[in-house]
């Protein structure tokens, strides 16, 4: 009789253990998340979608990629907000299929370009020279080479983070629109353990993700 009691009160020790780590689990789950939806709020990431992945269309991707990060550069003035950024960025989405089809044309191929600027673009983790950014849903400009067959391509469009020093290009943003001292040191890796925390985000909107298929 002893011995089934305190295998009960392992299991029940056990139990709880395992309801604790679950419940930390899904606060830390929460945290991330915040702090990932946080910052897709101050950015509108670039998406850049090759014709296909032969060698020479990937280059030509790069040479798209250059050019509308010059071209948006152009148009959103220092000081502008998130939301300021999109309007001009949506009015001038010909110009841009413009300017990436120019590009195409400069290294001898005639592809169509196409762009648009979308909510809600699932990006995975990605790590660049001197930032990263989490996993998770974005607003993005997306420029489509060709039949878009090929690997994509990621960064951000505003801030210019992928243009010069990220510091620099975190101060010209408008001061509502300003990151954090905390999201500064997340995405520069400044944050102890970022790149484990990036993860645990990418982690958990793959199991959302595998979830809401699941209940469907």
């Known amino acids: ?38 910052l897709a709020d101050k950015l509108i990431r670039l998406h850049v979608v ?27 003035p220092p000081g502008s907000s998130r939301e300021e950024a999109m309007a001009l960025l949506s009015g001038h989405l010909e110009e841009l299929a413009a300017a990436g089809a120019a590009a195409v044309a400069e290294e001898g191929y005639a592809y169509p370009v196409t762009a648009s600027l979308e909510e809600d673009v699932w990006f995975p983790t990605k790590t660049y020279t001197d930032f990263a950014l989490p996993a998770g849903n974005y607003t993005a400009l997306r420029l489509v080479i ?15 983070l992928c243009l010069g020093s990220v510091t620099e ?13 905390r999201e500064v040191a997340l995405i520069t890796g400044e944050d102890e353990g970022y790149i484990v925390k990036f993860k645990t985000m990418e982690l958990l909107a793959q199991a959302e993700e595998w979830l809401s298929g699941w209940t469907r």
């Open 146 to 160: 060709g039949t878009g067959g090929g690997q994509n391509w990621w960064c951000v469009v505003f801030p210019p």
């Open 169 to 181: 290009a975190v101060a010209q943003s408008a001061p509502e629109e300003a990151f954090s001292a």
């Open 50 to 76: 090759a014709n296909s992945d032969s060698e020479a269309d990937q280059t030509l991707k790069l040479a798209v990629r250059d050019r509308i990060l010059e071209e948006a550069e152009g148009l959103i």
């Open 1 to 38: 009789m002893k011995k089934f009691w305190r295998e009960k009160n392992r299991l029940r020790r056990l139990e709880a253990a395992l309801l604790a780590g679950l419940a930390a689990a899904v606060l830390s789950g929460a945290v991330l998340k915040e702090e990932q939806t946080d």
